[in-house]
């Protein structure tokens, strides 16, 4: 018995390193640092930020639209919608009003991309 248990031991820390392989570090970083921001804003307003509820994402977005490009919304949406997924949770990001909502964002400030030079 004492066997089995430590074999289950090592097989549960074999997973969460690869699970902390399956991606890189600089895109953890920015999961990271993309979710502590949507919690600052649920804190701001008294949200939860896990779950993460769909009308609370798209009041998030419409925030972030008015100072950051279409790309960044796009990128913090998939990182509120990754750290739910890996904290068990299931979020809709096609729900109606997440999606209509960036449709209305992308038609007001548009989604050029500039290069460097």
């Known amino acids: 018995m004492n066997n089995l248990i430590n074999k289950l031991n090592d097989l549960e820390k074999e997973t969460f ?5 399956s991606k890189s570090i600089n895109t953890l970083r920015a999961y990271k640092s993309d979710f502590h921001d949507f ?10 930020s896990l779950p993460a509820d769909p009308k609370v994402i798209s009041l998030y977005l419409t925030d972030l639209s008015k100072n950051c490009k279409f790309s960044t919304l796009k990128r913090r949406l998939a990182s509120i919608n990754v750290v739910n997924k890996i904290k068990g949770f299931h979020i809709d990001i096609n729900h109606p009003i997440i999606r209509e909502n960036l449709i209305g964002i992308k038609r ?10």
């Open 17 to 21: 390193v690869n699970l902390g392989s």
């Open 39 to 48: 919690e600052n804003f649920c804190s701001q307003f008294g949200f939860k």
């Open 108 to 117: 007001k400030i548009g989604t050029l991309q500039k290069g460097k030079k």
